[in-house]
Each structure stands twice: as structure tokens, then as C-alpha cells.
């Protein structure tokens, strides 16, 4: 069973960088094909895959609207994923969410599909002020 824990979250003022981390328990051999990534939720909004990135290969996927803002990375051992976030702006609000998936999704389907990986954490808030 994979377990996730997202922390870095805050309030930052537009322009400024948070960069948040997922502590990853449970990762197997199992998730080799998979991926791992970010997505975020709005008050009142459905969730927005930010970012992905493969266990194998390192493959990343970006949504367009955090594209050369926000960098995803993971540790070799896949024990913790990061979100490098810069430049941020009042849009990028809302609770952040770390999620994994063992399964290959097609890259036409990333970063969005991150929002039905199978583990998710619990989220980090990430409030930015004008």
C-alpha cells in the first residue's frame, strides 16, 4: 500500500516560490510502470493535473497553465517527490494533492489523468496573495 504525505504548502505573495514535497512510503517494484505527480484543487473548482512525472525514465508532463513555472522532480529511491514552484501567481490557489499510480497511462493523458491515480495524499494549502 502506497502512502503519501504532502508538506511546503503556505501563503506566498504573487511572484514568490514555494516548493512542496510528498513523502512517498510503500513504492514497490510494482510501480516501476507508473507515475507519480501533483494536481490541484480550487474552491469550487474540479481538480487540475499541475504535473507528472514517470518512474521510469523521468518522463515529465506539465499543464500548460504552470509550464516553465513549476519543475517536478523525485529522489532516485522515489522516497520523495517535489514541486518547484516560481512566479506564482493569485491562479495557482488551492489545495495541492500528491498522487501515485501504478499503471502506464499514455502521454496524451498527462498530467490530467493524475487526478484518478489510484493514492493521493491529503493535500497542502497553498494560498497566493496580489
Known amino acids: 500500500q502506497v502512502q503519501l504525505a504532502e508538506s511546503g504548502g503556505g501563503s506566498v505573495q504573487a511572484g514568490g516560490s514555494l516548493r512542496l514535497s510528498c513523502a512517498v512510503s510503500?513504492?514497490?517494484?510494482?510501480?516501476?510502470?507508473?507515475?507519480m505527480g501533483w494536481f490541484r484543487q480550487a474552491p469550487g473548482k474540479e481538480g487540475e493535473g499541475v504535473a507528472v512525472?514517470?518512474?521510469?525514465?523521468?518522463?515529465?508532463y506539465y499543464a500548460d497553465s504552470v509550464k516553465d513555472r513549476f519543475t517536478i522532480s523525485q529522489d532516485n529511491n522515489k522516497n520523495t517527490l517535489y514541486l518547484q514552484m516560481n512566479s506564482l501567481i493569485p491562479e495557482d490557489t488551492g489545495i495541492y494533492y500528491c498522487?501515485?499510480?501504478?499503471?502506464?497511462?499514455?502521454?496524451?493523458?498527462?498530467?490530467?489523468?493524475?487526478?484518478?491515480?489510484?493514492?493521493r495524499g491529503q493535500g497542502t494549502q497553498v494560498t497566493v496573495s496580489s
Open positions: 510503500g513504492y514497490t517494484y510494482s510501480m516501476k510502470s507508473g507515475s
Open positions: 498522487a501515485a499510480d501504478r499503471r502506464y497511462f499514455h502521454d496524451s493523458w498527462l498530467p490530467s489523468a493524475v487526478v484518478r491515480f489510484e493514492y
Open positions: 512525472i514517470r518512474n521510469s525514465g523521468g518522463n515529465t
